[in-house]
């Protein structure tokens, strides 16, 4: 385990495989800062954890990164600099989110939800090839194609909004919070598909106040508290720690 | 029973003008939560646009009336673009405020520039002749008026469900940022509401037009006043609800020019009100007014 540096870990990644690098990041919310001054790495095809309790700011980063929340220091994604880019500009050079609260469209149908999760795709075919998958993996969500996606339960929308993000085909997917809420059997599924996800190449950035299940499928996971990391290792380093624990339950 | 069937037409004629309105209002306020008072204002563009082609000595009716609609949505787009953008992340009483500013301009500019009295237009007077059929005598004008506020509802409802842009604006009365999230331009979302709402405001325009034969400064002030009512009955921010409003607003206030009696004539309009007033009573949201989002399901 390492203490946390202002720098980002030199030694972990070499330059060409960092898709997202954060450096020094501060975010705000209108005049109040909630995330001071973070670092943090996620390497391609690596899923990377963003641990801690309510009110970390790991939701803060998360909107840094898709420029919803304004911020200051450096965002680089695929070597370039994006923190001056809009938020649309964001999603079409590859970043996907699943936001917290899932935010599925209820007053559309799923159908027509998945449609907009692929509004930049411009081949055709490839969505309907796309739609097809995400229907086969959930039948649930096929049975009901045309009904509003209001209707689905927790676990559904939380599906849905996981397919909804990656019908743009990105080539990173931010995860705020996927298991919120859920009953444990679903939260299963939700971090099986995750774990599917993983182990066919897509790169994640997972934030979870579900440390135990996030760490099983992190190969590198960073814990915040009250805007800061306080510390951040590999998985089977972050597990063994006190620090986590004391973190997320508050017991020292 | 033929008087029962021409009034009915009557009142769906009536209710057609306030539809078109109404939705114009109601898909702007559905994305940007903004009631664009300035509607009516856009109706007069219109208007001047067919002044314009009559100086001009142009008086092919098609010229004229595709010339009036983009005129139209010309004008919706560029207050979009001038006075709504800027405002778009301000507080809604901003928005309000702005859209009022907006419109007292554009009268002004009208009364300064063009001129405070009504001027004629001829061009239009064609689209109205009586018809007769099985007995019923009807003005072509209203079935023009009703058979295309049909069409432009088909039209829009397929814009809306059948392509991505349409669907963004549908996600969009629910959640913006999460339409932006998927990378969609807010930029052409807005643009796409204006646009259409102008296009709406276009049509009106048309047959307000060819009904009154003149414009003034004014002249879309009563229109947006009764659409704007249209939307409240039918449940604000619901585009169902501004077609249902607007129908059902153009029938009771037929209704009541029908049944009141001739001594209490003038007095229709605050018959109609009474009326809105009850169905508020009954649903103080609107008929068909959008579920209440009661927060996401966890």
């Known amino acids: ?252 | 029973m033929e008087y029962v069937i021409q009034q009915g037409l009557n009142a769906l004629s009536f209710g057609a003008e306030y539809a078109l309105l109404a939705l114009g209002l109601a898909i702007v306020f559905s994305i940007m939560g903004l009631v664009n008072f300035a509607h009516g204002e856009i109706i007069a563009v219109g208007g001047y646009t067919m002044v314009a082609f009559a100086a001009l000595a142009i008086g092919n009716p098609v010229i004229v009336m595709a010339g009036a609609v983009i005129a139209a949505m010309l004008a919706s787009l560029t207050l979009e673009r001038v006075a709504f953008r800027p405002v778009r992340k301000a507080d809604p009483t901003t928005g309000l405020l702005t859209a009022f500013g907006v419109s007292i301009v554009l009268q002004n500019v009208f009364l300064m520039f063009v001129s405070p009295r009504p001027i004629a237009v001829t061009s239009l007077y064609f689209l109205d002749w009586p018809i007769e059929i099985a007995g019923i005598r009807l003005a072509s004008l209203q079935v023009f008026e009703t058979l295309t506020t049909i069409v432009v509802i088909v039209a829009l409802m397929l814009f809306l469900r059948r392509t991505v842009l349409g669907l963004a604006v549908r996600a969009a009365s629910l959640d913006f940022e999460m339409v932006r999230l998927t990378g969609i331009k807010a930029n052409r979302v807005f643009a796409m509401a204006f646009l259409i709402s102008g296009l709406l405001a276009g049509l009106a325009c048309i047959f307000i037009m060819a009904r009154r034969g003149s414009v003034d400064p004014h002249l879309g002030f009563d229109p947006v006043l009764k659409a704007f009512v249209a939307c409240v009955v039918g449940g604000f921010g619901s585009l169902p609800g501004a077609v249902l409003g607007g129908f059902l607003l153009g029938a009771v206030e037929v209704a009541m020019l029908v049944m009141l009696p001739q001594s209490l004539g003038g007095m229709t309009d605050a018959f109609v009100f009474m009326i809105v007033a009850l169905i508020l009573i009954w649903r103080p949201d609107g008929i068909l007014s959008p579920a209440i989002e009661k927060g996401d399901k966890l």
């Not at chain 1, 917290?100 to 081949?123: K, M, P, V, W, Y």
């Not at chain 1, 809420?181 to 774990?195: E, H, N, S, T, Y």
Request: one cysteine or more.
């Open chain 1, 1 to 252: 385990m390492t203490p946390a540096r202002p720098l980002i870990d030199e030694g972990r990644a070499s330059q060409a495989d960092r898709m997202l690098t954060i450096q020094d990041l501060h975010v705000f919310h209108g005049p109040i800062e909630a995330v001071h001054g973070i670092s943090l790495n996620v390497e391609r095809g690596k899923c990377i954890s963003l641990l801690g309790p309510n009110g970390a700011g790991k939701t803060s980063t998360i909107s840094a990164i898709t420029g919803i929340a304004r911020a200051t220091g450096s965002i680089r994604f695929e070597d370039r600099e994006i923190s001056a880019d809009s938020v649309e500009a964001r999603i079409a050079s590859g970043i996907a989110v699943s936001p917290e609260g899932r935010r599925i469209f209820s007053n559309l149908t799923i159908l027509e939800n998945l449609t907009l999760g692929a509004a930049l795709q411009r081949d055709q075919a490839e969505k309907g090839r796309d739609i097809d998958h995400w229907f086969s993996l959930f039948p649930i969500l096929a049975e009901r194609r045309d009904q509003a996606a209001g209707t689905l339960s927790g676990g559904e929308q939380q599906m849905l909004a996981i397919a909804r993000a990656l019908m743009a085909r990105p080539k990173i997917l931010l995860l705020d919070e996927p298991s919120l809420g859920l009953a444990p059997k679903i939260v299963r599924q939700i971090f099986d598909l995750i774990g599917t996800l993983k182990d066919k190449g897509m790169t994640i950035l997972l934030v979870e106040q579900n440390a135990t299940q996030a760490l099983k499928l992190a190969d590198y996971a960073y814990l915040m508290s009250s805007g800061r990391i306080v510390a951040h290792g590999t998985a089977d380093e972050l597990g063994k720690s006190d620090k986590l624990m004391a973190e997320l339950t508050g017991v020292a």
